[in-house]
């Protein structure tokens, strides 16, 4: 679709060309994929790769009403920071959600500003700028104060959401972040799903990946299963039968 605007109404239009023909809509889906997935992109999570990420915090950004306590004491793998409490106020906030493939990984966050006076945090699963303990995960411990460089750690779970979050002390500026340490390989599930039936699934973040199976490893002949997703509760779902001679083998392809 290109550039065209996604928001608004959608409606499913169903024309019998079959001249009296009778059938039934089982089911249906629609998909919407950004181009390219932003920073702070919502659903569309990023790879905790180490990638860096240039960007100005400004009045643009969004709101919340206070900020995390700079207790000097920045987090680190392997040894869990309480709470320190929040400071009241008015601050702008950047939030960059990831995705973890990796079982109890340690991510590494460094921020580096460039004459702001920023901090970091990190919230497990989603981020509620009305509530900072709710999730909370770590944080920098103290503010960038110009042009100083921060790093703190932290682990997460395997299969798992993580946001970081970048907000301004006093001054608002440029900044770079830099999120290491996780796998974004999406993790393939199966399960029984109703009588000789099982479910395949995946996390929906990890959105361009192609189902695909296979009879036999020895040696493997992958197709692409046709059935269309159906994306519940943040995972991709395909049912297929599990009855013999139709035992299949999954994988999760980018093409």
């Known amino acids: ?138 944080d920098s411990g103290m503010s960038t104060g110009g042009a100083n460089a921060l790093t703190n750690s932290f682990n997460v779970p395997a299969n798992s959401i993580f946001v970081v979050v970048v907000n301004n002390v006093i001054a608002t500026g440029t900044y770079s972040l830099s999120v290491s340490g996780g796998d974004c390989t999406p993790v393939l599930n199966i399960a029984p799903a109703g009588s000789a039936k099982v479910d395949v699934n995946w996390p929906t973040v990890a959105g361009g990946y192609q189902l695909e199976a296979t009879p036999s490893l020895s040696p493997p002949a992958w197709t692409g299963v046709t059935n269309q997703p159906i994306a519940i509760s943040n995972l991709f779902n395909v049912t297929n039968s599990s009855v013999s001679p139709t035992n299949r083998f999954y994988r999760l392809h980018k093409p």
Do not use: E
Request: hydrophobic share 35%.
């Open 1 to 138: 679709m290109g550039s065209t605007n996604v928001n608004g109404y959608w409606r499913l239009h169903m024309a019998d060309g079959s001249g009296g023909s009778v059938g039934t809509l089982r089911t249906w889906s629609l998909f919407l994929y950004p181009v390219a997935c932003g920073s702070g992109g919502g659903a569309c999570a990023l790879c905790a790769d180490g990638t860096t990420y240039t960007n100005t915090l400004d009045t643009s950004g969004a709101v919340m009403a206070n900020r995390l306590s700079r207790n000097g004491i920045a987090s680190v793998c392997g040894s869990s920071k309480s709470y320190p409490g929040n400071q009241n106020g008015s601050f702008y906030y950047h939030a960059y959600p990831f995705y973890n493939a990796s079982s109890n990984t340690c991510i590494t966050v460094a921020l580096a500003s460039f004459g702001g006076d920023l901090m970091s945090s990190a919230y497990l699963g989603t981020f509620n700028p009305a509530n900072l303990s709710s999730n909370y995960l770590a």
